[in-house]
């Protein structure tokens, strides 16, 4: 399975998957998003000049003012997991870093940066 299948199968579940808050009663209660604020998230993301990177598609400003409250859903998911992504890829390189840091203290490393 290449990479690109397991990013189409994730894309596909987070654009099932339904947003639940606790209630009162201590269930799980449907809420709705804020379409206004997820889509000024989006027109942020599009000022950075990377939506194609983080989302798999290039937006305009006026592209973004006329998507449905699904697709801008759709996207503000993509985005999500995409940052996910990128603070889970730098914890794992910042805890390799440590961690050949600690046992260079033990052990003796001529170069830890390599």
Do not use: W
Request: aromatic share 6%.
């Amino acid at each position: 399975m290449s990479a690109e299948d397991v990013f189409a199968d994730v894309m596909n579940l987070m654009e099932t998957e339904p947003t639940l808050s606790s209630g009162l009663a201590g269930g799980l209660v449907p809420t709705a998003p804020d379409i206004p604020a997820l889509r000024e998230q989006l027109a942020v993301l599009v000022s950075t000049g990377k939506p194609k990177k983080a989302i798999g598609v290039q937006l305009t400003h006026e592209q973004v003012k006329r998507l449905s409250d699904t697709e801008v859903e759709k996207y503000i998911k993509r985005y999500e997991t995409y940052v996910c992504s990128k603070t889970t890829e730098s914890l794992i390189d910042s805890f390799i870093f440590l961690a050949t840091k600690a046992v260079g203290m033990a052990v003796k490393i001529k170069d830890i940066e390599a």
